[in-house]
């Protein structure tokens, strides 16, 4: 590593100084943000929609909202768990349309069949793509944050705003789901 | 469960969340070396969590990355700069109303006595604060000056602040078989099967309006559920039961229910394995239609497994199976029961 690396690395701002700064106004440090995060907030998404058509969009959503309520960051020194929480927002509210475009349609006498339900839009890569997409949002995202991005269960239950025996709950569920959507034979011993 | 499985099987699953104390984490670590069930189900857990990390992610290349940045650079720099316009756009409205209101003034005086405005005619929207369960299919939609919630199934629980001098009427319910006015303030209700299921109303009152059925007005603690209905020879509809608690009083706000729920959550996170049980018992008391309350059922079994007391353990254990017969975390329970 070159002296002027280790330099620039030292001179690194913490999250909270980048978004203290996003806060007054500076683009560059939002770009700066985005570069430090958007790969694990894509990823996230990505999974938790199961490779839906509007990841970009909701990565996108998710950083904007960030950079307009920047200055009410607490301040932590990194921002992933905060922007994830800020991506789960978004998915819920998405997931809250389309139930509504579902009602619409209903009302229209369309078919179920024929409407766009993003569960059914999901295009699973693998056999545990497919698992996972067939898990409710709620305990996907859960699974996903616990199992994928490393938070507590605390962690997770802050940033849902659920309590952590809801956690728990998902956790378990979402296991038990994946390994019979998955073949695990100790889950035919367990149920029994 | 197997015959042949072990015991403490579950508690891999707790290790691996966090839920064990210290002193129970040591007493399962040294279990685990020498239990093949417990082992092999470590394994399977850890193999799953292996499986999903390692399945495709997002693969963007780094043009597109690129691109997508510059569309959020440019729609922050738009937002900026809206913000910026803001105070010349609002400087600008009020020039206007302010020239309007002179000009009202002075026809006004003109004229001389004019009828005074008639007062708005669309009161304010209700604000609802909804928490769904896993299982709800709900959507939301504003019609004119009333908000309608769709509510397919699962269970919804709503609170409602109406603006001062509009209570009630401004929010309705759509369930599978008829709708739910609120007359204010804090309810849960429930849909499964293209029918309701389930309302208990926390605070103020609502109507039930369902098809071939009277209205029916629920009031603070009442509860209505599809199974209670009396058959058609005693009575032609259902009529409110009381809750089943000591609470002929009116259940505390969810803002004390949260803060109940929280205090306990702390106790036990600190140690403090005693209060935090008598804490979990007291918000099981206090507030039995919570959503949470199998929760505080569950933990308080933890609280008081953690602080040692074997027979207050049972007790405890065996009130979550008898509130919870099909509880999510009955064969965890059970276990403490034996």
Redesign the interface.
């Known amino acids: 590593m070159t002296a002027r690396r280790a330099k620039a690395e030292a001179l690194q701002a913490t999250d909270a100084e980048l978004l203290a700064r996003v806060a007054s106004?500076e683009?560059g440090a939002?770009?700066e943000l985005?570069?430090r995060h958007?790969a694990s907030v894509?990823?996230f998404?990505?999974?938790a929609t199961g490779?839906a058509e509007d990841?970009?969009d909701l990565?996108?959503q998710t950083?904007?909202a960030a950079?307009?309520s920047a200055a009410k960051y607490d301040g932590r020194p990194s921002c992933r768990p905060w922007l994830l929480g800020i991506a789960v927002q978004h998915l819920k509210r998405r997931r809250?349309s389309f139930?509504?475009l579902?009602?619409v349609l209903g009302s229209l006498r369309i078919g179920r069949s024929a409407t766009i339900d993003p569960r059914s839009s999901l295009h699973a890569?693998?056999d545990?793509?497919r698992a996972?997409a067939k898990l409710?949002e709620?305990?996907r995202v859960t699974?996903?944050m616990?199992?994928?991005e490393g938070f507590?269960?605390?962690e997770i239950a802050e940033a849902l705003g659920i309590?952590?025996?809801?956690?728990?709950?998902?956790?378990?569920?979402a296991?038990r789901e994946?390994?019979a959507a998955?073949g695990?034979p100790?889950i035919g011993?367990?149920g029994? | 469960?197997?015959k042949n499985?072990c015991p403490r099987?579950f508690e891999v699953?707790a290790m691996r969340?966090?839920?064990l104390g210290d002193a129970e984490r040591a007493s399962f670590e040294r279990h685990l070396r020498t239990c093949t069930a417990c082992t092999?189900?470590a394994e399977?857990?850890e193999a799953?969590?292996r499986?999903?990390?390692?399945?495709?992610?997002?693969h963007?290349d780094e043009l597109h990355?690129r691109r997508?940045?510059n569309?959020?650079?440019a729609?922050?720099?738009r937002?900026?700069v809206r913000d910026r316009r803001a105070p010349r756009r609002w400087w600008i409205a009020a020039a206007g109303v302010a020239i309007v209101a002179g000009t009202l003034a002075a026809w006004r005086v003109s004229i001389g006595s004019v009828p005074s405005a008639p007062p708005d005619p669309s009161p304010p929207l209700a604000s609802a604060i909804i928490e769904a369960n896993?299982?709800a299919?709900?959507?939301?939609?504003v019609e004119g000056r009333r908000e309608r919630i769709?509510l397919?199934r699962g269970e919804l629980r709503i609170r409602i602040t109406h603006p001062p001098g509009h209570e009630g009427g401004a929010l309705v319910v759509s369930l599978p078989d008829g709708e739910l006015e609120d007359v204010g303030t804090t309810f849960t209700v429930a849909a499964a099967e293209d029918r309701t299921t389930h309302v208990a109303v926390d605070e103020g009152s609502i109507v039930l309006r369902l098809r071939d059925r009277p209205p029916i007005v629920l009031r603070a603690g009442e509860t209505w559920r599809a199974e209670l209905r009396p058959p058609p020879s005693s009575t032609p509809s259902p009529t409110p039961t009381p809750a089943p608690s000591p609470s002929a009083v009116p259940s505390p706000p969810a803002a004390d229910a949260s803060k109940d729920?929280r205090d306990a959550?702390a106790a036990l996170?600190a140690g403090d394995h005693r209060g935090a049980a008598a804490r979990f018992a007291r918000f099981l008391d206090t507030h039995p239609r919570d959503p949470?309350a199998?929760?505080?059922a569950?933990?308080r079994v933890v609280a008081l497994h953690r602080a040692g007391a074997v027979d207050e353990t049972k007790a405890a254990a065996r009130f979550y199976l008898e509130r919870y017969p099909s509880g999510?975390?009955r064969a965890e329970v059970e276990q403490l029961v034996e």
């Open positions: 106004g683009i939002l770009g985005y570069d958007q894509r990823r998404v990505d999974r490779g990841v970009d990565v996108h950083f904007l950079a307009k809250q139930a509504h579902l009602s890569r693998t545990v793509d996972l409710s709620a305990k699974f996903l616990a199992e994928v507590t269960c605390a309590p952590v025996g809801t956690v728990w709950t998902r956790l378990h569920a296991r994946l390994r998955l695990d100790s011993e367990e029994a | 469960m197997s499985a099987l699953e969340d966090g839920r092999r189900e399977a857990l799953l969590a499986a999903v990390r390692a399945s495709a992610g997002a963007e990355v997508e940045r569309r959020l650079l729609a922050f720099d937002e900026l896993d299982a299919l709900y959507s939301r939609q769709v397919q729920f959550m996170a949470r199998e929760d505080a569950y933990l999510f975390r």
